[in-house]
Structures are given as C-alpha cells and as structure tokens.
C-alpha cells in the first residue's frame, strides 16, 4: 500500500491520483487558424515553445498564451485553441492529423509554423479522481516570467523527449516525470495582483488553513471536530469554519469527509482490505458504521465497490 497518511497533503493527494500513460505531442499552426477540442475529462499540459496563442476553455473569457507559458487542466473540459480572436469565434471541429513526425500542424499546411506548443494528456486513477480533482483549480496558468516556470519547462521537454524515444524503462521514468510536474505546477502560487488560487491550493498557502489540512492529512483517523482544528489553528471555532468555507469552498468536516473516503476507495481497489481495516485506518468505529458513511458518501456499498474492483482486475 503506498503509504498517503502522512502530513503533507498536495503529495499525498498526487500520490493517491496515481499518474500514468502519458501522452505527448508536438502542436502548431500558421496563418488564421482555430480548433474545437471536445470535452476530455482528463488531465492535460501545454508547453508553450514558439510564438502565441489563443486559448478559450468552455465559455469563459479568452486568454493568451505566449512562449515559455505553461498551463494544466486537470480535468480537461471543451475548449478552443486558435491564432487570434476572430479565428477563435469560428473553431473547425475535426483536429487535424499527425505528420510522419508527430506533430499536429493548424491552418495553412504549406506555411512555416508561426507557433509552436508541446501538449500531453495523462491519466487519473479513476477511484479517486472524482472526490480529489474538484479541490483543485480548472486552470493553472504559469507565465514563463513567474517563479518556477523554467523548471517546469524543462520537465515538460523532458516528458516530451521520453514520450518520443520510448527507450527502455521510459514508462516508469514518465510516471515519475508526470508526478514531480503535478507537485510543481500545484505548489505554485501566483504572484501579488494576479488572481489567487482557489481551493486545497488556497488552502495550503494560508498560513492558518494548512495547518489544519497538515493535521487532518497526518492523523486521518482521530476524531476530528471544528473545535480541535480551530484550536489548533489558533482561531476561534466561528472564525476557522468561516475561513474554511471562505479558502477552500467546503466545510471542514466535508474535507475530512471526502479525504476519508478517497482513501478508503483507494484501499478498497487497490490494496483489497476488508471492511474492518479500512474502517479502522480511517477513523471509523466499526465497520458498520463506515459502511453507512461510504454508502451516503459514494452512492455504493464498500462490499459492491470492492467487487467491482475485483471484477475489473479480472477484465485486464
């Protein structure tokens, strides 16, 4: 069992989405081009390498990336890439393909490239992606002048040349990659007038709150109340729970609530423990009483999910 009990919650929750199959991919375009990229659901990265772009997710405002920038979606929705913002109201549907190379090329298929990204996709473990991704931001723009973008990059080229070679061992390499570029990109925090963070990340950047989500992380199974991580935030009761809600936009017992539950759909999946085990390493008093709270919690008895996951280990 991979060990998620301990005090530092953004890797115990990357170590709990379990990365893996990346795919990655040389993107550009010339002249007046856009696309319309269907809703995804999964993780994806851009790297930003030559000239600027476009890019509209669903149906919010625009906005531009130059070279040097990097984004992560990490759950992937609907979104329009394209050269300028007259091209990005009339997107065409079909994606173009792969040259012998690769690489994706946009607009006019004669013309030199005018910009230049490297894109990659990867994947989420399904038990555990529902509950975590929603703590996350839907975008994480980093611009190539902030704080640890130049490590970022050189990550990203890194995948992008493990991806290509597929030399031996290089599953295993892109799996670590993968990991230490989500840690990267969720650990940044955007500089003073820039608009800040919402959830786990806003959390883990005040100073108050991530002593409370360190506690809650390292010590999953003690009866955690409002009042004992108020107490130990040094706030009063009223003034945590609203700062709670206010930074990371659930209450503090549903955070405990949905970190309990992942792990214990992790250890339900992965690692086949029984009722009693995972009620025990999670706080619960009796299996019973964990049964009614992942039932309430997950819409499926743990005996069902655990068979479904039986099932479909058998299926590989």
């Known amino acids: 069992m991979r060990d998620h009990l301990n005090s530092d919650p953004l890797a115990s929750i990357v170590g ?8 990655s991919k040389f993107v550009s375009g010339s002249g007046s081009w856009a696309v319309q990229y269907p809703n995804y659901g999964q993780p994806s990265f851009c790297l930003m390498l030559e000239g600027s772009c476009w890019m509209q997710l669903d149906a919010s405002a625009p906005f531009l990336m130059e070279p040097g920038d990097y ?12 050269s300028d913002l007259a091209a990005l109201e009339q997107p065409v549907t079909r994606i173009a393909e792969a040259s012998p190379t ?12 005018a910009i230049r990204m490297l894109g990659g996709y990867f994947l989420f473990d399904p038990t555990s992606a529902p509950l975590l991704v929603s703590l996350l931001p839907s975008v994480i723009h980093i ?22 070679s597929q030399r031996p061992g290089a599953d ?20 003073a007038g820039r608009e800040a963070m919402s959830g786990l990340l806003a959390g883990l950047s005040d100073t108050r709150m991530a002593v409370a989500l360190r506690l809650i ?28 809600m206010q930074v990371l936009g659930i209450p503090p017992m549903e955070y405990v609530l949905r970190w309990r539950m992942a792990l214990a759909k992790d250890m339900l999946w992965h690692d086949g423990l029984s009722l009693g085990e995972v009620a025990h390493a999670i706080g619960y008093q009796s299996a019973s009483a964990f049964s009614t709270a992942f039932s309430r919690s997950v ?11 039986r099932a479909a280990t058998a299926a590989q």
């Open 16 to 23: 709990l989405l379990r990365p893996r199959t990346v795919l």
């Open 71 to 82: 984004i992560l979606l990490p759950a992937t929705p609907g979104f329009r890439m394209g």
């Open 102 to 113: 690769g690489e994706v090329h946009h607009g006019n298929q004669q013309d030199a490239p």
């Open 143 to 164: 611009k190539a002048a902030d704080s640890g973008a130049d490590h970022l990059a050189w990550i990203v080229r890194a995948i992008g040349t493990e991806t290509q």
């Open 172 to 191: 295993a390499i892109l799996m670590r990659l993968v990991e230490v570029m989500l840690i990267e990109a969720l650990r940044w925090q955007p500089p």
């Open 217 to 244: 992380h390292a010590d999953v199974a003690r009866r955690w109340t409002v009042e004992d991580l108020a107490s130990q935030a040094g706030m009063s009761r009223a003034a945590f729970a609203a700062r709670f």
């Open 299 to 309: 819409g499926l008895s743990p005996s069902a999910f655990a068979r479904s996951s």
